[in-house]
């Protein structure tokens, strides 16, 4: 029972990531599933969640616009189209659902 994300890396601001989440060992469509951020010295913050089914979708007011959440039950994968990345969206960033979390991948915005 796991999430793994990948898809980080280093990009000039501006510019577009898009991570993936795989789950495994359990149910992925059964739970809703979110991404978490944390950069050096802050706390954890909710970046996007969204719904079983994907029908709903929500995101944290600085990235609202820029980033979209969305998944494929079929192949049991979160994503997070990340588009015109600033600085300030540097951070590890998690996926979680069913209480899991996974270990994180970093995105680092700079010039």
Same mark, same amino acid.
């Given at each position: 029972?796991?999430?793994? $994300?990948?898809?980080?890396?280093?990009?000039?601001? &501006? #510019? @577009?990531?898009?991570?993936?989440? +795989?789950?495994? /060992?359990?149910?992925?469509?059964?739970?809703?599933?979110?991404?978490?951020?944390?950069?050096?010295?802050?706390?954890? $913050?909710?970046?996007?969640?969204?719904?079983?089914? &994907? #029908? @709903?979708?929500?995101?944290?007011? +600085?990235?609202? /616009?820029?980033?979209?959440?969305?998944?494929?039950?079929?192949?049991?994968?979160?994503?997070?189209?990340?588009?015109?990345?600033?600085?300030?969206?540097?951070?590890?960033?998690?996926? @979680?659902?069913?209480?899991?979390?996974?270990?994180?991948?970093?995105?680092?915005?700079?010039?």
């Amino acid at each position: 029972v796991q999430l793994v $994300e990948s898809g980080g890396g280093l990009v000039q601001p &501006g #510019g @577009s990531l898009r991570l993936s989440c +795989s789950a495994s /060992g359990f149910t992925f469509s059964g739970y809703a599933m979110s991404w978490y951020r944390q950069a050096p010295g802050k706390e954890r $913050e909710l970046v996007a969640r969204i719904t079983r089914t &994907g #029908g @709903s979708t929500d995101y944290a007011d +600085s990235v609202k /616009g820029r980033f979209t959440i969305s998944r494929d039950n079929a192949k049991n994968t979160l994503y997070l189209q990340m588009n015109r990345l600033k600085p300030e969206d540097t951070a590890v960033y998690y996926c @979680s659902g069913n209480g899991l979390r996974g270990q994180g991948t970093q995105v680092t915005v700079s010039s």
